[in-house]
């Protein structure tokens, strides 16, 4: 898995096998018989963001999530996954972070995940 950083975004190449969306699956009931991967399943992929790394250990919470699918993801592909920190903001006791997930195929976005978190 290759990373590059810059300020606030984090790239890194990503593939999901068939063999563990398969276990995903399983494991929350999709009893789809479809190559694809499920949306969902991309809350895996955060933590390999060194970008994302710094909330591991603090209490945070999701707060809001915005996803727009353009395509279908395919497993065993291999997809540019793009992390990008919006905005951070102080307000009152807590500490706002927008962060924005873009998946790409061949320089095609295929999926957007926009989302907020607040850190205790």
């Not at 591991?56 to 992390?83: C, F, G, N, P, W």
Request: proline content about 2%; glycine content about 0%.
């Amino acid at each position: 898995m290759q990373h590059c950083s810059k300020d606030g975004r984090e790239e890194i190449n990503i593939s999901f096998s068939k063999d563990e969306v398969e276990k995903y699956k399983s494991l929350v009931q999709l009893n789809d018989q479809q190559d694809v991967v499920p949306t969902l399943y991309l809350a895996k992929i955060w933590p390999k963001f060194n970008l994302f790394n710094q909330f591991i250990s603090k209490e945070i919470m999701l707060r809001e999530t915005e996803v727009l699918k353009k395509q279908e993801m395919k497993m065993d592909t291999i997809y540019k996954a793009t992390l990008i920190k919006e905005e951070v903001k102080q307000v009152k006791k807590y500490k706002i972070h927008k962060f924005k997930l873009v998946i790409s195929y061949n320089d095609d976005i295929v999926v957007t995940i926009k989302q907020t978190f607040l850190e205790m």
